[in-house]
């Protein structure tokens, strides 16, 4: 049996390569997907918005990965069936559902993306596409719980921040093994608890609800950090004891996630902090704290510096996630240090593909005739300013826009970018604009090397389709000239 299993798992990549799958979905399915005998609970690490208290606090948000746990409902749990990729559970101050619920739970490719495939990722982000997403939701999967016109119509019920994450910020997710056991026990917990909001900023917040999740898995595993948070459990705290609790338990397994902000015209996010991290580093803060508070100002920096400090992405740096070696086995892995540079990228590799995209940035202006990368870099705003995106059956997006006074059609799914109906010239600079995105922003906010490798093939192809279909049109052109050279010449 074993034998039979192991040779299944020495296929089953190979198929996939050889049918096209592209080598980081096969990562993303690898390290997310939930096979029988193992799976994985992580706490999710949002990064902080600029909007409401969160600008002001910089605490972003707290949740719970699942990997063998998926919604029955959003308020109801089980177990994964085949081919489901796990759950994420969250709490916030206010669902906004037309009952006053504590939690909810969604599947992770609709929380990290809005939709079920990730195949169907968005590669553009804006707020039109997201509420697209939002209200496909709904009436998917929310329709028995959000039928008033406050819940379905208004954009404050906080159930839409559960809809393409990351879209309006950058996602880290600290993951460790779990049991069959732990799982149908947790599972069992909340089915039978009554879920009802009793949401408190100071002792119930989205942080505390993570604790709860990941205490009941392996006890005093996260914790509050009373000095750095001033009393209140923030999601930094989790996130740092529950890492701190894996590396002491090696056989847990730790390793990191991270979904980067998608690229387009919403506000990107920014590094989580804890409180007296924000004090000490934000200078609203810290110039009238040197002022007014100037002799409690090196206790506060103290506490941070001895006991606060703590990089999500230093940690995903240190603890890659990716497949096994032996395939098949969708558990994920912390990886050698030669193959982490594979994953996360080196400050080489970052150069070199600067370079390569400064000389293809210079082809295209050269092309089309164009003496800045200004019209370029204002791609993202004048596509959503002028286009109107859609959703088709699949759940893949388009964007019909206006472009030299005609109306064009380009797919906004990395499913769709280069399909046939997808015009070749937009995709081609809107993938342009993108990778300009990435290579331009810092560590937090960009995609992880093995993914944007993934872009720049894409990129490339696009830039081929593009070619062609111009050298086409330049050959018809050409014999159009011919020809009517020929008319003439017969007269």
């Not at 082809?363 to 870099?377: C, P, Y």
Request: hydrophobic content about 35%; glycine content about 4%; charged content about 25%.
């Amino acid at each position: 049996m074993r034998k039979t299993v192991h040779i299944a798992r020495e296929l089953v990549p190979k198929i996939l390569v050889t049918i096209g799958v592209p080598s980081f979905l096969l990562f993303l399915l690898a390290g997310l997907a939930s096979p029988l005998a193992h799976a994985d609970v992580g706490v999710v690490l949002n990064e902080s918005m600029d909007s409401s208290i969160d600008r002001i606090t910089g605490t972003g948000h707290s949740a719970v990965y699942f990997s063998r746990i998926c919604p029955e409902s959003p308020v109801k749990l089980r177990l994964c069936g085949p081919g489901e990729h796990g759950s994420v559970i969250s709490n916030y101050i206010n669902i906004g559902e037309d009952q006053s619920f504590e939690w909810n739970i969604v599947p992770l490719n609709i929380y990290l993306y809005g939709v079920e495939d990730v195949r169907d990722r968005p590669i553009f982000a804006s707020f039109k596409v997201k509420h697209l997403l939002e209200e496909r939701y709904r009436k998917d999967y929310l329709s028995a719980y959000c039928a008033s016109a406050a819940c379905a119509t208004s954009f404050k019920p906080e159930w839409r921040e559960m809809v393409a994450a990351t879209f309006i910020r950058s996602v880290y997710i600290f993951v460790v093994d779990t049991s069959v056991e732990q799982d149908k026990e947790l599972i069992t917990e909340f089915n039978d608890s009554v879920n009802k909001n009793r949401f408190n900023g100071f002792t119930r917040n989205c942080a505390d609800f993570t604790q709860r999740v990941i205490n009941s898995y392996f006890p005093h595993a996260a914790r509050t950090d009373y000095i750095n948070d001033f009393g209140m459990t923030s999601p930094k705290a989790v996130a740092r004891s529950f890492t701190h609790y894996a590396l002491r338990h090696p056989e847990l397994n730790l390793r990191v996630l991270h979904f980067s902000q998608v690229p387009g015209t919403i506000k990107r996010s920014r590094e989580v902090r804890a409180g007296t991290e924000q004090l000490v580093r934000s200078k609203k803060f810290l110039i009238p704290m040197a002022i007014f508070a100037y002799y409690e100002l090196p206790a506060v920096a103290g506490s941070y510096l001895l006991t606060g400090r703590f990089n999500p992405h230093r940690e995903f740096e240190k603890h890659p996630a990716v497949k096994k070696d032996s395939a098949g086995d969708n558990q994920v892995k912390v990886v050698s240090l030669d193959e982490r540079a594979q994953v996360v990228g080196t400050s080489r590799d970052w150069k070199a593909y600067r370079k390569m995209f400064d000389d293809t940035v210079d082809k295209h202006l050269r092309d089309e005739g164009i003496d800045s990368r200004q019209e370029l870099n204002r791609l993202f705003k004048h596509l959503d300013e002028t286009g109107t995106p859609s959703i088709d059956e699949n759940g893949a997006i388009w964007m019909q826009a206006s472009e030299n006074g005609r109306t064009i059609k380009v797919g906004l799914s990395a499913s769709t970018i280069l399909a046939e109906d997808s015009d070749p010239q937009m995709a081609h600079e809107l993938l342009l604009a993108r990778i300009a995105h990435v290579l331009k922003s810092p560590k937090h906010s960009r995609e992880p090397l093995l993914e944007f490798q993934q872009d720049w093939s894409t990129l490339q192809r696009a830039a081929a389709k593009r070619d062609l279909i111009l050298a086409r049109n330049a050959t018809s052109g050409t014999e159009q000239r011919d020809s009517s050279q020929t008319v003439s010449d017969d007269d």
